[in-house]
């Protein structure tokens, strides 16, 4: 049974940094992703990565300030966050797929989703 758990959420005051952490379990993915929902709004994905050959996408909005790795011998996906802003506020998702899932595919070809870690950053 596949599972992906993320943990590393919680309350930061603007400016600061998180660190998310996705393990996959009971399965092998080819693309793996971050995204993210506010209430009343659509998940939007944040990073996308292949898992063999690393980070590949990333939206605007985090550029620069985002970065997406992983732990291949852990099976980690993780998302370091630094200078978080109050825009940056949502449950983040973690996502993978067992086959190549371009950046704008819609989220229906995502394979498995975590529960959702929620991040909350405070003016």
């Known amino acids: 049974q596949v599972q992906l758990v993320e943990s590393g959420g919680g309350l930061v005051q603007a400016g600061g940094s998180l660190r998310l952490s996705c393990t996959a379990s009971?399965?092998?993915?080819?693309?793996m992703a971050w995204f993210r929902q506010t209430p009343g709004k659509e998940r939007d994905l944040v990073a996308r990565?292949?898992?063999?050959?690393?980070?590949?996408y990333y939206t605007d909005a985090v550029k620069g300030r985002f970065t997406t790795t992983r732990d291949t011998d852990n099976n980690t996906l993780y998302l370091q966050m630094n200078d978080l802003k109050p825009e940056d506020t949502a449950v983040y998702y973690c996502a993978a797929a067992r086959r190549g899932i371009i950046a704008m595919a819609p989220q229906t070809d995502w394979d498995y989703w975590g529960k959702g870690t929620l991040v909350a950053v405070s003016t």
């Open positions: 009971g399965g092998t993915f080819r693309t």
């Open positions: 990565l292949i898992w063999l050959s690393g980070p590949t």
